[in-house]
T-cell receptor, first 117, second 111 residues
Framework: GAGVSQSPSNKVTEKGKDVELRCDPI?????LYWYRQSLGQGLEFLIY????????KSGLPSDRFSAERTGGSVSTLTIQRTQQEDSAVYLC???????????????FGAGTRLSVL | KQEVTQIPAALSVPEGENLVLNCSFT??????LQWFRQDPGKGLTSLLL?????REQTSGRLNASLDKSSGRSTLYIAASQPGDSATYLC??????????FGQGTELSVKP
């Protein structure tokens, strides 16, 4: 596609429910990143995919968070048993190649705004 | 652990003024530094990327400088316009390519 696409744009859920957030990267981009933007916390890195593998999961805040990427394209971020502190904007980015830094300009989607009631 | 700080947190200026946004980082072993713009409810738009070997980059009314040794970058906006109102984020690339972001500077340009 023309840019990074995320869905849904907004998600309201009840505490304890599971949610899935989807990211469609730019076609041909091998690297994909998830970030979280919380009030008062700024933007924080969650996980990085190179192809279908995730060499860096260091930012996932707890074992309730998981992500997968299939076919080297679409990625899904899953949050199980959501808590109110999970409320944030979840941003996805993609780049041509996560390893070669000159090709590592990251392009961001518009994000998914998650509200946990 | 890399930490990125942006000063000021918020800035309000009259239209036409030149302004400087500041970014500092604690670990000078960065690969690149990137400035982004974020409008309310939107994603991030890349403004300028400075490679670690470069000192500055220019795009239109924007000029970004990088001093790796002192851990500082500045974003200079000339002749500011109301359309420049947004949050400006500075981010550094650590090894592995993930971005470490500052908290941002919220800019308001008054007509």
């Amino acid at each position: 596609g023309a840019g990074v696409s995320q869905s849904p744009s907004n998600k309201v859920t009840e505490k304890g429910k599971d949610v899935e957030l989807r990211c469609d990267p730019i076609s041909g981009h091998t690297a994909l990143y998830w970030y979280r933007q919380s009030l008062g916390q700024g933007l924080e890195f969650l996980i990085y995919f190179q192809g279908n593998s995730a060499p860096d999961k260091s930012g996932l805040p707890s074992d309730r968070f998981s992500a997968e990427r299939t076919g080297g394209s679409v990625s899904t971020l899953t949050i199980q048993r959501t808590q109110q502190e999970d409320s944030a904007v979840y941003l996805c980015a993609s780049s041509l190649d996560g390893l070669a830094h000159l090709k590592n300009i990251q392009y961001f989607g518009a994000g998914t705004r998650l509200s946990v009631l | 652990k890399q930490e990125v700080t942006q000063i000021p947190a918020a800035l309000s200026v009259p239209e036409g003024e030149n302004l400087v946004l500041n970014c500092s980082f604690t670990d000078s072993a960065i690969y690149n530094l990137q400035w982004f713009r974020q409008d309310p409810g939107k994603g991030l738009t890349s403004l300028l990327l400075i490679q670690s070997s470069q000192r500055e980059q220019t795009s239109g009314r924007l000029n970004a400088s990088l001093d790796k040794s002192s851990g500082r970058s500045t974003l200079y906006i000339a002749a500011s316009q109301p359309g420049d109102s947004a949050t400006y984020l500075c981010a550094v690339y650590n090894q592995g390519g993930k971005l470490i972001f500052g908290q941002g500077t919220e800019l308001s340009v008054k007509p």
